[in-house]
């Protein structure tokens, strides 16, 4: 069984930073496409970030410069450090691994507010 499980959300105040941590069991990270994705109500599900296979990232243009993803695929670990918060941040953020077939976490709450 697949499972992703994200954590490290919470309360931050605008210019802070939080690090999401996607940990997975069921598949082998270094064969799918890691992404952060996030949502917030009324929206549709957006891609924040991207890291491949090959190593190769990609960054929605709203958060270039201030988010970072890594992986670790000997830990079966995706992070997405963030920087320089602002209150637009503020959404559900989601683990996606992609191989074709797609699996998702439950998503973590990032809440950025004074």
């Known amino acids: 069984q697949v499972q992703l499980v994200e954590s490290g959300g919470g309360l931050v105040q605008p210019g802070g930073s939080l690090r999401l941590s996607c940990a997975g069991s069921?598949?082998?990270?270094?064969?799918?496409?890691m992404a952060w994705y996030r949502q917030t109500p009324g929206k549709q599900r957006e891609l924040v970030a991207v890291t491949t296979n090959r190593g190769s990232v990609n960054y929605a243009d709203s958060v270039k410069g201030r988010f970072t993803i890594s992986r670790d695929n000997a830990q079966n670990t995706v992070h997405l450090q963030m920087n320089s918060l602002k209150p637009e941040d503020t959404a559900v953020y989601y683990c996606?691994?992609?191989?074709?077939?797609?699996?998702w976490g439950k998503g973590t709450l990032v809440t950025v507010s004074s």
């Open positions: 069921g598949i082998i990270f270094s064969f799918y496409t």
């Open positions: 996606n691994a992609d191989r074709g077939m797609e699996y």
